[in-house]
């Protein structure tokens, strides 16, 4: 990752006005980081950290580093080709077996957003009382008037707003905590899979890696079309996106690993395991004081309401790209997969009995779908016929095929309750 920095960046010294257009180009990856720092994750983490302390920050660490050669890689589709991974799969698969594979995605997409609503009303019901069921169709519907009525940009600011919230608050709750920061340097980087922890690995794997976001991060890209403004602009915009995926996946590794370490220091030290977000918010209140639950469940509430809007975005184009279509909100194949989304995602509240366990779980059936989207991924990112001269080099075919098989590896330990 170093020489591949030092390649893209380091040909020429950057002056002033160069970094200046390096953080204009910022934004697109924060769409994506938004929808692993969703409520889902929030499950995962605090399930992680009150059952096994530190010792799962390895997971975090991981998944964000396969995360970022993923994204970058869904975001080179994009870049090179005009095209996002839907509308790519479309066409140059067999239409049955495109179709087949981008409905496995949109499912994806559904119980994503199944996740982010149920999140979003759990942190209403703490606030204000609401039930849950109608703070599910308060969060859906504030979703989807956001994206009938807001461009690519405005999402984005709207969205860098509510991650900017996300982060200041658990940077408020760590600040009340004392953090064993040896201990926890050490559990970064050194893997350790404790008796049990095999669901949660894959929960935390399925919450930062999402098929969902692969999709999101190719169209958002792609809906530029850098690649009619000739071959300087496309290699420029190459350099500036694994600018903005570094900095995007990075805020959201420090994120999850705040929830992880929050979790790990308030629960696990003394022996509660969270099964509930109310329930841990409610906890934290005679440990750290009043403030720090109000704190938690504002962070909730934005972070529910911002991923919904991606996981809504994301099941649009998957609907627009069965039918070689960019996302366009007010054309009826992204508007209609957007709104059966919601729908579906609201159903599946309705029916869950357990809300933390169905926020867990939904993020461990994400993890089954998603060797199918990074094959998928890697076979057209690999085709020269696709990317032409953009098409992976050797090496990362190498690399792509090791995650690959590592999400697979995860999965079957999971379905073979190891």
Same mark, same amino acid.
């Given at each position: 990752?170093?020489?591949?920095?030092?390649?893209?960046?380091?040909?020429?010294?950057?002056?002033?006005?160069?970094?200046?257009?390096?953080?204009?180009?910022?934004?697109?990856?924060?769409?994506?980081?938004?929808?692993?720092?969703?409520?889902?994750?929030?499950?995962?983490? /605090?399930?992680?950290?009150?059952?096994?302390?530190?010792?799962?920050?390895?997971?975090?660490?991981?998944?964000?580093?396969?995360?970022?050669?993923?994204?970058?890689?869904?975001?080179?589709?994009?870049?090179?080709?005009?095209?996002?991974?839907?509308?790519?799969?479309?066409?140059?698969?067999?239409?049955?077996?495109?179709?087949?594979?981008?409905?496995?995605?949109?499912?994806?997409?559904?119980?994503?957003? /199944?996740?982010?609503?149920?999140?979003?009303?759990?942190?209403?019901?703490?606030?204000?009382?609401?039930?849950?069921? +109608?703070?599910?169709?308060?969060?859906?519907?504030?979703? /989807?008037?956001?994206?009938?009525?807001?461009?690519?940009?405005?999402?984005?600011?709207?969205?860098?707003?509510?991650?900017?919230?996300?982060?200041?608050?658990?940077?408020?709750?760590?600040?009340?905590?004392?953090?064993?920061?040896?201990?926890?340097?050490?559990?970064? #980087?050194?893997?350790?899979?404790? +008796?049990?922890?095999?669901?949660? #690995?894959?929960?935390?794997?399925?919450?930062?890696?999402?098929?969902?976001?692969?999709?999101?991060?190719?169209?958002?890209?792609?809906?530029?079309?850098?690649?009619?403004?000739?071959?300087?602009?496309?290699?420029?915009?190459?350099?500036?996106?694994?600018?903005?995926?570094?900095?995007?996946?990075?805020?959201?590794?420090?994120?999850?690993?705040?929830?992880?370490?929050?979790?790990?220091?308030?629960?696990?030290?003394?022996?509660?395991? #969270?099964?509930?977000?109310? +329930? +841990?918010?409610?906890?934290?209140?005679?440990?750290?004081?009043?403030?720090?639950?109000?704190?938690?469940?504002?962070?909730?509430?934005?972070?529910?309401?911002?991923?919904? #809007?991606?996981?809504?975005?994301?099941?649009?184009?998957?609907?627009?790209?069965?039918?070689?279509?960019?996302?366009?909100?007010?054309?009826?194949?992204?508007?209609?997969?957007?709104?059966?989304?919601?729908?579906?995602?609201?159903?599946?509240?309705?029916?869950?009995?357990?809300?933390?366990?169905?926020?867990?779980?939904?993020?461990?059936?994400?993890?089954?779908?998603?060797?199918?989207?990074?094959?998928?991924?890697?076979?057209?990112?690999?085709?020269?016929?696709?990317?032409?001269?953009?098409?992976?080099?050797?090496?990362?075919?190498?690399?792509?095929?090791?995650?690959?098989?590592?999400?697979?590896?995860?999965?079957?330990?999971?379905?073979?309750?190891?």
């Amino acid at each position: 990752m170093l020489a591949y920095l030092r390649r893209h960046f380091g040909a020429r010294r950057t002056g002033g006005r160069e970094g200046l257009e390096i953080m204009r180009h910022i934004g697109p990856g924060l769409l994506v980081t938004v929808g692993f720092i969703d409520p889902g994750n929030w499950a995962s983490n /605090m399930a992680a950290g009150s059952e096994f302390g530190y010792s799962l920050l390895w997971v975090v660490t991981l998944s964000t580093l396969m995360l970022i050669v993923l994204q970058h890689n869904a975001a080179h589709l994009g870049i090179a080709t005009g095209m996002c991974l839907a509308e790519a799969t479309t066409r140059h698969l067999p239409r049955l077996l495109g179709r087949v594979l981008l409905g496995t995605a949109y499912l994806a997409c559904v119980a994503t957003a /199944m996740a982010e609503v149920l999140g979003g009303a759990i942190a209403l019901q703490m606030l204000f009382g609401l039930p849950l069921h +109608a703070g599910c169709l308060i969060v859906a519907a504030a979703s /989807m008037a956001m994206l009938l009525t807001s461009s690519y940009k405005k999402a984005e600011r709207w969205i860098i707003a509510f991650v900017s919230v996300v982060g200041l608050s658990f940077l408020a709750e760590l600040a009340m905590v004392e953090v064993d920061w040896p201990q926890a340097a050490t559990n970064w #980087v050194v893997p350790s899979v404790p +008796a049990g922890a095999v669901p949660v #690995v894959t929960s935390i794997l399925g919450a930062v890696v999402m098929p969902h976001n692969l999709f999101l991060h190719s169209e958002v890209i792609q809906s530029m079309h850098f690649e009619g403004q000739g071959e300087k602009v496309v290699e420029q915009r190459l350099r500036y996106e694994l600018f903005d995926t570094l900095f995007s996946m990075g805020v959201g590794w420090a994120i999850n690993s705040a929830m992880v370490i929050l979790a790990a220091t308030t629960f696990f030290s003394r022996g509660v395991v #969270v099964d509930d977000l109310a +329930a +841990a918010a409610a906890t934290l209140s005679p440990i750290l004081g009043p403030a720090s639950s109000t704190i938690f469940a504002v962070a909730l509430l934005f972070a529910g309401l911002s991923s919904s #809007v991606t996981a809504g975005m994301a099941a649009g184009t998957v609907t627009a790209g069965m039918f070689d279509e960019e996302y366009d909100i007010h054309d009826r194949h992204s508007s209609i997969g957007v709104a059966l989304c919601f729908a579906g995602a609201v159903g599946a509240c309705f029916a869950v009995q357990d809300a933390f366990a169905g926020l867990v779980w939904s993020q461990a059936l994400l993890s089954l779908q998603l060797p199918v989207t990074v094959f998928l991924l890697i076979w057209l990112t690999s085709s020269p016929k696709v990317m032409g001269k953009y098409a992976n080099s050797k090496p990362l075919i190498v690399l792509l095929l090791a995650i690959g098989a590592t999400v697979t590896a995860l999965d079957l330990a999971l379905l073979l309750g190891a």
